[in-house]
């Protein structure tokens, strides 16, 4: 069993930033990759950014620049710093631990960003 457990959303105004993290345990393999997704309301869950266990990233264009993602592989612990907030990064923020052929998602955060 594994289990992800996601903090650190929250109201935020434009412009600002918020961290959030994602912390995973039971059987966790060495290879893997961790990341962050969101859903809007009345829109499809879509990637924001994931880091495999070697230290690979991918990021959605909406969000490079402003967004990095860093992970802690001895803690089987994820971040998302967020920079540069926009309204439309409101959205319900998902961890996602993919692990080859199995994939694992967390109960999701809420970030809201006012205009």
């Known amino acids: 069993q594994v289990r992800l457990v996601e903090s650190g959303g929250g109201l935020v105004q434009a412009g600002g930033s918020l961290r959030l993290s994602c912390a995973a345990s039971?059987?966790?393999?060495?290879?893997?990759?961790m990341g962050w997704y969101r859903q809007a309301p009345g829109k499809q869950r879509e990637l924001v950014a994931y880091?495999?266990?070697?230290?690979?990233?991918n990021y959605a264009d909406s969000v490079k620049g402003r967004f990095t993602i860093s992970r802690d592989n001895a803690k089987n612990t994820v971040w998302l710093q967020m920079n540069s907030l926009k309204p439309e990064d409101t959205a319900v923020y998902y961890c996602?631990?993919?692990?080859?052929?199995?994939?694992?998602w967390g109960q999701g955060t809420q970030v809201t960003v006012s205009a």
């Open positions: 996602r631990l993919f692990q080859n052929p199995y994939e694992y």
């Open positions: 039971g059987s966790i393999f060495s290879m893997n990759v």
């Open positions: 880091m495999s266990s070697l230290g690979g990233t």
